[in-house]
């Protein structure tokens, strides 16, 4: 051995200095691992090398401890090569732990030593290299995997990647073919001494790769110590190495900008010199308590004042480095942060919101750490005795619910947990919470709550003001509808489908200005310009257009609503009633009005004329009766006469129209009146006009005067005839109808069973402008000359005064119908004849006492009655006559008296002398029948002005019988 001596130790240098190379570059890396394992393999080598030479010459020794000694040494060293070669190969593959490095390398060990094991046994093992070439071999399996994963991790270096690979291959050549010689095959000559070509190839590899890999590690620490400086220095965070005994080694130019001070006032003195003199001690303190416990701990705040004096909060790092002679602190300004911590905790503490904080104990749960001042206020309770606790024991309430889950389900997920409604209730609290459960740490959650049980009763109750505001506008029948100042509709009630036919959604977004009659337009643009310029309410009627075209009447009370959060701007709010029914009802009250006053005006005229007429037609009747008196003298008298009783007539038809002529009303088919009356009507109507007769088998009876009856249907034929224009069709018929409440007609009366009499003609029809006039007195279509305009005003009174109704329907072009509706009755009174036989005018000594305010009248009746040999008193009033009566020795027989008078009337001074002289008759005189006496005058008769003698005389011998 001793000429292999010099070459030997070189081998064992030379791997031991790659061994040691190795181990220094890997410090120089993060990932230098691999490099650490390279270094063991080439230590375990050079021992090998070491072994074989030292312990070769005891092969043959026959001592078994020494046989034993070399097996156990050449067994460990040859499975340990392929091992530490294979964790060095499999270092380099990233995502590896430590642990599965350590499996690999004990797996290849194994499997090596077991194959050492049973080569060394077997009884073929000639060779001397033998037991060891299945080592070679693995190991040049890993180096293989060793050139494949570093050549990978080198890609972007082409040179070095070339190089670090051919020579990492190479070397695993040779590992193979030592293998491979030890197995036999003649690649090495195999050689008893271990120092051969071989063995001196694998060295010169090995410090190639050594080589390599060294450079490698350089270059990687170069950039590291780069990156590092670079970082250092651009570093927005102050770092510091600090010596034990709290000195700063070197500083960053971050800290010096944290602490105000430049490097070169910071570098080599004490940390705590950055700081006030007052603030030194404690900053010391803080540090140096770090650096003492050599571990790296938790940051730690500072506060103090810097040499400026500026206040400021700064938190410290501290990590020792390798050796612990040095550590590294790194230093964040945070006082922004622990003032915004400040800022926190106050408003935690001061905010109106309850609050509770909750951590999770994995063995317990979740564990109740504390509340602000809010929640003890909201709760009414103190939370200090409930620290501690779990939430279910801290509030029993919860532990039924999923609330405890939830805020568990926080913690797992992250997500914040609301709830707007948690009802909760024992023996300490109760109400309706607001909650809001967010993740404050890893196992730590806080939740906020308001008491919300004012709220949900004002939510109640606003819902039960909805709920009523919404039942009067779903159910009243007035449209509510809400306007924008352009009088756009942003809101209409359902009551729009019966007032205007529209649904309300169609209504929205249009002009309410596009349902108004043209002729309101100006109207209720001036009360809309009112309405925004004084915001008082106002209430204006007009019409608006119905969906399917007609026009109602409507009123409507519209005010002005100021801006609210609602709404930026002021509304309009209209409240919109349907009054066409009552229009009507007002046009027919006016109508009746200016008819009442026009009857009660052609009344006065009638009885007027009455007078008169009895003085001109009685002193006619007189010259015409008088046969001395010359023929035509006495044929003037009878066409006064003639003129007079057609004046008469004229007045009986204004006494008709005011309804106070004298009726004598008798149960009455109108089937008959209408059959008695056939032939006077189509003498009436004409040839030309065809009468129809539909009369109803059983129309009833009514209650009514026939005579009258039979004027109505005369008056009403002629104003059909009138409006025919050539050849035509009248239609008369009778009905019995039924009018029920909500029927169309009961509108105009009241509900009851009717024999209705309708008029209908194909005449030419009449506009509604004409409709409403038909009725008034002298109110006429016709030219001058052809007719009075009393036929319809007659028809009208008559009617009225029978209980009746009369409606009439009529449009241009399409002819006219009138209705009368009279009322059936059961029975009636009965037929009083009235009309005896004028008894002849006998000459009397009876004594009348005449009343009379118009001389005229007065002067005739008393010629009359003396003429016939009644002796006659005249008194000009009623307190006259009372006077007369006062002083005359005896009672008249008979006081004949008008009914109309200044002061006293006709009917006051009757019931008097009924009082005072019971035994003596009365007549009452009237050119206006309606102040007929009623029932309570007993024996007092009625006689109408106009009167003939004969009437006169008759109704005398009348009273007096």
Request: proline share 6%; net charge neutral.
């Amino acid at each position: 051995m001793g000429e292999y001596t010099p070459l030997v130790f070189l081998h064992i240098s030379v791997g031991l200095l790659v061994a040691g190379l190795s181990w220094r570059l890997s410090r120089l890396r993060a990932d230098g691992a691999y490099l650490r394992f390279w270094a063991l393999y080439w230590t375990a080598a050079t021992s090998s090398i070491a072994a074989e030479v030292f312990l070769a010459p005891n092969t043959g020794s026959p001592d078994t401890q020494d046989k034993i000694l070399q097996f156990s040494i050449v067994l460990l060293l040859s499975a340990l090569r392929p091992a530490l070669l294979s964790m060095a190969a499999a270092s380099l593959f990233r995502g590896l732990s430590q642990k599965s490095l350590w499996f690999i390398g004990a797996a290849v060990f194994f499997v090596a030593a077991a194959t050492v094991l049973i080569d060394r046994s077997g009884a073929s093992a000639t060779h001397p290299a033998r037991p060891e070439a299945a080592a070679y071999l693995m190991s040049s399996a890993a180096a293989f995997v060793f050139a494949f994963a570093y050549s990978r991790r080198q890609r972007a270096e082409r040179v070095a990647t070339l190089l670090s690979r051919a020579v990492i291959l190479a070397y695993a050549l040779h590992l193979a073919a030592f293998g491979l010689t030890g197995y036999g095959l003649p690649v090495y000559p195999p050689s008893s001494p271990p120092i051969s070509a071989g063995s001196t190839a694998g060295i010169v590899l090995g410090c190639l790769i050594a080589f390599g890999l060294g450079l490698d590690a350089l270059r990687q620490a170069e950039h590291a110590r780069h990156h590092a400086e670079t970082l250092w220095v651009a570093a927005q965070e102050g770092m510091i190495l600090l010596s034990k005994t709290g000195n700063v080694l070197q500083a960053n130019p971050a800290y010096a900008r944290i602490v105000d001070r430049p490097l070169e006032a910071i570098q080599g003195c004490a940390v705590s010199d950055a700081f006030a003199e007052r603030m030194r001690i404690r900053v010391a303190a803080t540090v140096l308590s770090a650096l003492g416990s050599g571990q790296k701990g938790s940051p730690r705040i500072v506060h103090a004042d810097l040499w400026n004096g500026r206040e400021v909060w700064l938190e410290f790092s501290f990590s020792p480095l390798p050796g612990g002679n040095v550590v590294l602190s790194i230093v964040r300004d945070a006082t922004e942060r622990v003032l915004a911590q400040q800022r926190y905790t106050m408003m935690v503490s001061r905010t109106p919101i309850g609050i509770h904080f909750y951590a999770f104990d994995p063995a317990r749960g979740l564990v109740f750490t504390g509340a602000n001042e809010a929640a003890d206020r909201i709760l009414g309770i103190l939370h200090q005795p409930l620290v501690g606790k779990l939430i279910e024991e801290a509030f029993p309430s919860l532990a039924g619910t999923d609330i405890p889950a939830a805020y568990r389900a926080v913690l797992s997920s992250g997500k914040p947990f609301r709830r707007d409604e948690v009802f909760y209730k024992d023996e300490r609290i109760a109400g309706a919470f607001e909650v809001v459960c967010f993740q404050l740490t890893a196992d730590s959650v806080a939740v906020m709550f308001n008491n919300i049980t004012d709220r949900k009763r004002a939510e109640e109750a606003l819902r039960a003001s909805e709920a009523r505001y919404r039942l009067i506008t779903d159910n009243s029948t007035d449209m509510i509808s809400v306007h924008s100042p352009e009088g756009v509709f942003l809101f209409a009630s359902p009551s729009a489908r019966t007032l205007l036919g529209y649904e309300p959604d169609q209504l929205l977004g249009r002009s309410c200005y596009e349902f108004f009659h043209p002729e309101d337009l100006d109207t209720l643009r001036a009360n809309h310009r009112l309405l925004e310029a004084t915001h008082e309410p106002q209430c204006i009627a007009y019409r608006m257009r119905r969906a399917d075209g007609s026009w109602a009447w409507v009123e409507t009370f519209a005010r002005v609503i100021p801006p609210d959060a609602g709404s930026p701007s002021p509304r309009l709010v209209a409240v919109t009633r349907d009054i066409t029914e009552r229009r009507r009802l007002e046009e027919q009250f006016r109508l009746a009005q200016r008819l009442e006053s026009i009857g009660r005006l052609a009344g006065g005229v009638a009885h007027d004329f009455n007078n008169l007429l009895t003085v001109i037609n009685g002193y006619a009747a007189v010259i015409e009766a008088d046969s001395a008196a010359p023929q035509k003298t006495r044929d003037l008298a009878s066409n006064i006469l003639q003129a007079g009783e057609r004046a008469a007539s004229l007045t009986r038809h204004l006494l008709a129209f005011s309804r106070r002529q004298r009726l004598e009303p008798v149960p009455l088919n109108l089937n008959q009146v209408i059959l008695d009356a056939e032939r006077l009507l189509l003498h009436l109507i004409g040839g030309n006009i065809k009468l129809v007769l539909n009369l109803d088998a059983a129309p009833g009876e009514i209650l009514a005067d026939p005579i009258q009856i039979h004027q109505v249907l005369q008056n009403l034929a002629v104003n059909a005839r009138d409006a025919i224009s050539g050849s035509g069709t009248i239609t008369i018929a009778t009905s019995r109808q039924s009018v029920r409440a909500g029927d169309p007609a009961a509108r105009e009366m009241p509900p009851g069973h009717y024999c209705v009499l309708s008029v209908l003609d194909t005449g030419c029809g009449m506009p509604s402008d004409v409709q409403e006039k038909i009725f008034e007195p002298f109110f006429t279509t016709k030219e001058p000359g052809q007719g009075t305009g009393l036929g319809l005003s007659t028809v009208f009174g008559i009617v009225q005064q029978s209980n009746g109704y009369i409606l009439v329907n009529s449009e241009p072009g399409q002819g006219s119908e009138f209705r009368l509706y009279f009322p059936l009755t059961e029975g009636g009174r009965p037929t009083a004849d009235g009309q005896g036989e004028a008894r002849a005018a006998a000459r009397s000594d009876k004594s009348i006492l005449l009343v009379e305010d118009q001389p005229e009248v007065a002067d005739y009746i008393s010629s009359v009655l003396e003429n016939h040999g009644y002796s006659v008193i005249t008194a000009s009033c009623g307190d006259h006559a009372l006077s007369l009566l006062a002083h005359l020795p005896r009672p008249p027989s008979l006081v004949l008296s008008d009914v109309i008078m200044p002061g006293m009337d006709g009917r006051k001074l009757a019931d008097l002398i009924r009082e005072r002289h019971p035994g003596t008759a009365i007549v009452l005189m009237s050119g206006n029948e309606r102040q007929t006496p009623g029932g309570g005058h007993g024996h007092v008769s009625f006689l109408a002005k106009p009167f003939t003698e004969e009437s006169l005389l008759r109704a005398l011998r009348a009273g007096l019988d």
